[in-house]
């Protein structure tokens, strides 16, 4: 969804993890997983292009995730949702091509689950084949 001519946008994202069993978790145990589901919404401004040029942007957001309730050998262990707070801040390198660096961390999450913190850095190339006649 986007607005202003380009200039800022809203995406979201729905996604669904599925795992498989294994048979051979610590030894002979058996260790499954439920889907893990999850929302993603973020909001991306061009607000840095007059300082740093055209394309550059921040973005602020959330993730929530729910579900992926562990089973080790029938013993059922608690449902895990957790919601982290993310930024990110995009900058131009060559033709079609940008590199993002973005952080996310937990700000809340339900006994049991993961605390998490990422740092990612991205840099996006696009594959281009051009036909020659």
């Known amino acids: 969804i986007t607005t202003m001519k380009g200039k800022n ?9 599925l795992s ?4 051979s978790y610590m030894g002979d145990k058996t260790l499954s997983q439920s889907p893990i589901y999850g929302f993603e919404i973020h909001y991306s401004q061009d607000v840095l292009g007059k300082l740093l040029g055209k394309g550059c942007w921040v973005n602020i957001g959330a993730i929530y995730s ?6 080790v050998d029938g013993v ?10 993310c930024g990110a801040v995009a900058f131009p390198t060559w ?4 590199i993002i660096v973005s952080y996310n961390g937990s700000v809340w999450r339900t006994s049991g689950s ?3 913190y990422q740092l ?5 190339c696009p594959f281009v084949c051009k036909s020659q006649q």
């Open 76 to 85: 059922t262990g608690n449902d895990q949702h957790s919601v982290k707070l």
């Open 114 to 116: 993961p605390e998490s």
């Open 9 to 17: 946008w809203i995406d979201m994202y729905a996604n669904v993890k």
């Open 20 to 23: 498989s069993k294994n048979n």
């Open 95 to 98: 033709k079609h091509g940008s």
């Open 66 to 71: 729910g579900g992926g309730k562990v089973t």
């Open 120 to 124: 990612i850095i991205q840099v996006n």
